[in-house]
């Protein structure tokens, strides 16, 4: 029996709260802001490395973005990932999610035939949710969305996910490979394991592509692949709750309080 290879997809997102926009490109900033491991990638992570306890699986995190990535992803290494690919390239820049589908399924295609895609449900920078199935559709492959647990069969190559619905959940199956995004917060992420923790910070199982090594066509990557156009954007109005302060003696402060009450009931 061949080993069962994992292919986590993995993104690097600004912290929600540092989160700016360049006004005149209308990209995300990074260079000025903290980053973070998209949290949902990390339920992902943790959903890969329970089947490798299992089933002595290969993880490999895939990734798309600049070189500062590295040391974010390398988190993952120390966690119990086997390896890391990070594609970078100046013409990846600009991507929207179908360029963006299209460099990770190439990726995917030249890391060899993962029998599991696993990717978070969304980013916390974009939240489209677009990327698993995009992957899936490039791949022309079956996926089970926003599982919360999954197992596979190796005797008869399906994976099996579950996933919680309305008043219950329900185990969906499909044969493998197949693409699997994982709902939000659906597990604990494990710490880094310190034994490893140097080796996966130092060593060299990390490893950069360009747009040359996957093979990609340049119309499809970046913005030259990248339908997506944003018009403008604007900053929301922020909503202030109302307050009202109450003066006077506490009997006074009482019968104000039931006053204001009454008006609601």
Known sequence: ?????????????????????????????RGQVRSEINPP????????LRLKDLHQARVVILSMGPPLFEEYLRVGLAMGADEVVLLSD?????????????????????????????CGEESSDGATGQVPPGIA???????????????????????RGRREIGGGFEVLEAPMPAVISVKTASNEPRFMDYEIKEDAFTGKNLTVWTHEDIESD????????????V???????????????????RDEVIRKLVDVLREYL
């Open 218 to 229: 340049k119309e499809y990557i970046g913005t030259p692949g990248s339908p997506t156009i």
């Open 231 to 249: 018009s403008g954007f604007e900053q929301a109005a922020v909503r202030e709750r109302k307050r009202q302060f109450l003066t006077g003696a």
């Open 1 to 29: 029996m061949t080993e069962l290879m994992v292919v986590v997809c993995m993104k690097v997102v600004p912290k929600p709260e540092e989160i700016r926009v360049d006004p005149e490109t209308r990209r995300i900033e």
């Open 90 to 118: 100046q013409l990846f820049a600009g991507a929207d999610t179908l360029a963006t589908t299209y460099t990770l399924a190439k990726g995917i295609e030249k890391i060899g035939q993962p029998d599991l895609i696993i």
């Open 137 to 159: 559709e490039w791949l022309d492959q079956p996926q089970i969305t926003l599982v919360a647990d999954l197992e596979v069969d190796l005797q008869r190559q399906v994976v």
């Open 41 to 48: 990638d990390m339920n992902a992570l943790e959903v890969a």
